[in-house]
């Protein structure tokens, strides 16, 4: 054996090599450690009709003719959903009416009204062989504002799916779904809207579960786990940890009138898709609206570990002065989802957005100042 092998065996150096090891493997192992944040103590933004794709020319010279307090409120457009997600958005929603057997929607009031107004015909608003096929449509206002950035509704879901497999470690997206009943105002509306039934909302995890895969989005059975309900289990256990939400979805229902129907043979939401926006303290509540509350509400359901969504701004009224008091009180209360019609990307003429710092998609949730929360955990 040579001189420098056998210094190799020296105590001293075969010391030295063990904790220079164990240094290393230490490190190793801090560094492997999962983050123990809970996806519900950061804040992301949303965009309000996320699919609303605006008016066409003449429907909107006909609506400012006819009735400019409602253009006033919905002259806006979105990008594409993944240009949106590219731009930090984090909660999409997706406004939705039941069309089991096709073509209910396929030919829009506004259209007729706009040729008898002697205006310019606007470009087509959908293709119309997917309107004629049944399945959920996406749109505003059926018969006068029908445009939207993807149709149908299975459409959206596979661009958002697409993004999502391109950026599999991405910050979870809240897909908020607004299942629309009401008519459009008389005397304008031709078709009224077809009822959302258990059979509808049972067409509507259908048409979820052809796109995501169980394992692409996290359900109320996952976060209920071994508890009676789910409102037990996110006010003692909490809701799953953000390394585990990374890359998924999370489907939330937007009208509390909805919940009950969509409970119907589904105690607590067992075997469901959506969670539902409940009362605090039922069942199957883990997520709530507060869309209108004050910031004090807010904090206090947060505290007690529900996911709540409100709105920073509303019918473009403070966008349009730049009025950034609602903004800054919604972003100070802790609410986790901050719905927008001018996120980050997306400036109002005023200069009005809503944005993190440095322009991250989510920061940590003001409220949950012990949640060890670094800037790793707020990578997109």
């Not at 056998?6 to 801090?30: D, E, M, Q, V, Y």
């Not at 459009?184 to 078709?191: E, H, K, L, N």
């Not at 009224?192 to 796109?211: G, N, R, T, Y």
């Not at 990374?246 to 129907?261: C, E, N, S, T, Y």
Request: glycine share 6%; hydrophobic share 40%; with cysteine.
């Amino acid at each position: 054996m040579d001189i420098e092998n056998r210094s190799l065996l020296h105590p001293a150096s075969i010391g030295i090599r063990l904790i220079a090891a164990a240094l290393t493997l230490a490190a190793t192992h801090a560094v492997a450690q999962p983050s123990s944040l809970l996806l519900n103590q950061l804040q992301y933004i949303g965009s309000h009709n996320s699919y609303h794709a605006g008016l066409g020319p003449s429907e909107a010279a006909l609506w400012k003719r006819t009735d400019p307090a409602t253009f006033a409120e919905i002259d806006y457009a979105h990008p594409a959903l993944s240009r949106q997600l590219d731009d930090g958005v984090r909660q999409l929603e997706l406004d939705i009416y039941s069309d089991p057997e096709g073509g209910r929607y396929a030919h829009p009031a506004i259209v007729e009204q706009v040729r008898k107004a002697g205006l310019q015909a606007d470009p087509p608003f959908a293709d119309p062989r997917v309107m004629q096929r049944p399945g959920f449509k996406v749109m505003h206002i059926q018969d006068l504002d029908q445009r939207s950035n993807c149709q149908p509704f299975t459409a959206c879901l596979a661009e958002i799916h697409a993004w999502s497999k391109a950026h599999p470690r991405h910050l979870p997206i809240f897909i908020l779904v607004e299942t629309k009943r009401a008519d459009a105002p008389a005397p304008y509306s031709t078709v009224p809207a077809a009822p959302f039934d258990s059979k509808a909302f049972d067409a509507l995890d259908a048409e979820i579960h052809s796109v995501f895969a169980r394992n692409e989005y996290i359900n109320p059975d996952d976060v209920r786990g071994g508890f009676a309900t789910l409102n037990q289990a996110i006010r003692k256990q909490g809701w799953p940890t953000l390394e585990s939400a990374r890359g998924k979805v999370i489907f939330l229902l937007d009208q509390r009138w909805a919940g009950p129907i969509y409970l119907q043979g589904h105690p607590s939401l067992r075997g469901r898709v959506l969670f539902t926006n409940a009362a605090p303290g039922t069942e199957d509540a883990a997520f709530t609206e507060l869309n209108d509350g004050d910031a004090a509400t807010i904090g206090k359901l947060v505290k007690q570990g529900y996911l709540v969504r409100t709105r920073t701004d509303a019918d473009l009224k403070e966008p349009a002065h730049n009025d950034t008091t609602r903004r800054d009180a919604m972003l100070a209360s802790g609410a986790q989802i901050l719905s927008t019609d001018f996120p980050d990307g997306e400036p109002a003429a005023s200069g009005y957005a809503v944005s993190f710092p440095d322009h991250l998609h989510a920061r940590c949730n003001p409220l949950f100042t012990q949640a060890h929360c670094t800037a790793a955990d707020l990578s997109p």
